[in-house]
């Protein structure tokens, strides 16, 4: 027999009878939440998740390797036992569509139905690369927002939307950063507007000139860059967090009069506690850092270890989201709320915490390397400033690059293996560092007055089930015991 939660849970029984659509299903977070309420509440109605896919069969082939079939779902798999499939059959349904189209691309009868039903929607889908194209990111990031809110609107039933952002919309921010929506038109520099509609239009015209001109084999590396001045011109670092705020204020323009919730999450790590710790997808920006250590690419990084990495993990944002979508559906609740999913302000992690339990796990778990030898743990060199960083990695990798070229062309190539090898580290440090060193000096910290206020609002065994309090992490042992050793499990496996 599976158990529910719902008796004691005003969160679980929320979701009871609930039909809700999910976008992003695929990723880190949205197979977090699908998991976490098919658990805690096997009486939902029912779970649409659209995924791109040529037909419906491709979409449930998607859903079901991609999403259901992840280790994640052990915990429900065992609990469920031979009646699992069917429990899930019953739930789930996978829709072959997409966020950049309008209602997603789905159509005829199936649009008709789930309008009808829908009670919920939330907006996970995102592209997440920092130096995406431009008029990838404002597909996914504005226009897909767009379709959401187009689509609310054909929806009698819906009581809440809620939408997944980045606390780091708000760029390099200092000083304590409020949970407040963007202003229409508002940007990051002083005396300057965005008009939304301007930049779409601009990404349009721009790759139609690309085709006019015949300089489609340049299309790519044009519409990154073109995506990075836009971001810069208006004060933010990527093309990334620049649409993301976009989304946020394409939100605040046509979301009428639905109950709206916007929850920014900073960094998201492992999951803590359930259904199991330290499960990760994908490489989370600091992971990059560990993963780039373990392969023994990495001997130098930019950061300053005495600032905080604001970090989060996965299962805690998730548990925030369901609790704000349940305190958030009534007709009650008709402003838009920001949440901010951080750490930064009730339990800060300095960079040191990462640097110290890293250290300490690979001196313990040292790697094997090619030879089948242990690997001698090193000390990484930090860099406070991006100036001290430059210095140190022409000393070490560009003078003696420059050297082994002429080696090379004197010597007939005779020293082109230590050429290469040294070539791919450098290469490798300078892209972490352009993607993620924003984040490694950020000076702000989040203020998390309205999550408090969520959980304490909720009841003394909600807060248990759906724990999002950053205080109840001990940073030291999260790292050392969970996130590190999940990061070399499920990431570099």
């Known amino acids: 027999m599976v158990g529910t939660m719902e008796e004691g849970s005003r969160i679980a029984g929320y979701f009871k009878n609930k039909s809700i659509l999910i976008t992003g299903s695929t990723g880190f977070?949205?197979?977090?939440?699908?998991?976490k309420i098919l658990r805690v509440q096997p009486d939902v109605k029912r779970i649409y998740l659209p995924v791109r896919a040529a037909?419906?069969?491709?979409?449930?082939?998607?859903?079901?390797?991609?999403?259901?079939?992840?280790?994640?779902?052990?915990?429900?798999?065992?609990?469920?036992?031979?009646g699992f499939q069917s429990f899930i059959q019953e739930k789930i349904v996978p829709l072959a569509g997409d966020i950049i189209y309008e209602n997603f691309g789905v159509e005829g009868a199936q649009l008709r139905e789930m309008t009808q039903e829908l009670n919920v929607i939330v907006n996970g889908a995102a592209t997440t690369n920092f130096y995406e194209r431009y008029?990838?990111?404002?597909?996914?990031?504005?226009m897909g927002v767009k379709h959401m809110c187009q689509l609310a609107k054909k929806c009698p039933n819906l009581e809440v939307i809620l939408h997944v952002s980045t606390?780091?919309?708000?760029?390099?921010?200092q000083?304590?950063?409020?949970?407040?929506?963007?202003?229409?038109?508002?940007?990051?520099?002083?005396g300057m507007q965005l008009d939304i509609e301007a930049e779409l239009l601009l990404a349009r015209d721009c790759k139609?000139?690309?085709?006019?001109?015949?300089?489609?084999?340049?299309?790519?590396?044009?519409?990154k860059e073109l995506g990075l001045a836009r971001a810069r011109e208006f004060g933010w670092p990527n093309t990334y967090v620049f649409t993301k705020a976009l989304g946020e204020i394409t939100l605040g323009q046509l979301r009428g009069d639905i109950p709206m919730v916007i929850v920014r999450p900073s960094i998201i790590t492992s999951i803590q506690k359930d259904p199991l710790p330290g499960w990760i997808e994908g490489t989370r920006t600091i992971d990059a850092i560990l993963t780039g250590y373990a392969k023994q690419n990495l001997s130098c990084f930019l950061a300053d270890l005495d600032l905080t990495m604001d970090v989060i993990p996965g299962d805690m944002v998730v548990n925030a989201m369901m609790a704000a979508t349940a305190a958030h559906a009534s007709p009650a609740a008709q402003q838009q709320t920001v949440y901010h999913a951080t750490s930064s302000l009730r339990n800060p992690a300095p960079y040191a915490v990462l640097y110290r339990t890293g250290m300490r796990y690979f001196y313990e778990n040292p790697r094997v390397g090619k030879n089948g030898e242990p690997v001698r743990t090193h000390k990484v060199h930090f860099f406070s400033t991006i100036a001290a960083f430059h210095l140190y990695m022409v000393v070490k990798y560009k003078l003696p690059l420059e050297l082994l070229h002429l080696l090379n062309l004197l010597f007939f190539g005779l020293f082109s293996h230590l050429y290469n090898d040294l070539n791919r580290k450098y290469k490798?440090?300078?892209?972490?560092?352009?993607?993620?060193?924003?984040?490694a000096l950020f000076k702000g910290c989040f203020d998390d007055s309205n999550m408090e206020k969520l959980r304490l609002s909720m009841a003394a065994e909600d807060r248990l089930a759906f724990n999002f309090d950053p205080k109840t992490v001990d940073w030291d042992d999260y790292f050392y015991r969970i996130h590190i050793p999940g990061v070399m499990k499920y990431v570099l496996k």
């Open 428 to 439: 490798f440090v300078m892209h972490l560092v352009d993607l993620y060193g924003p984040f």
């Open 135 to 142: 008029d990838v990111a404002l597909d996914v990031n504005v």
């Open 175 to 190: 000083g304590l950063v409020q949970e407040r929506p963007f202003k229409n038109g508002e940007t990051l520099r002083e």
């Open 167 to 173: 606390a780091y919309v708000v760029g390099e921010q």
């Open 29 to 35: 977070l949205g197979k977090i939440l699908v998991e």
């Open 208 to 223: 139609r000139q690309l085709v006019e001109e015949d300089r489609e084999k340049n299309e790519r590396k044009a519409m």
């Open 55 to 82: 037909d419906a069969a491709s979409a449930k082939e998607r859903v079901e390797t991609e999403v259901i079939g992840k280790e994640l779902f052990g915990l429900l798999r065992e609990e469920h036992g031979k």
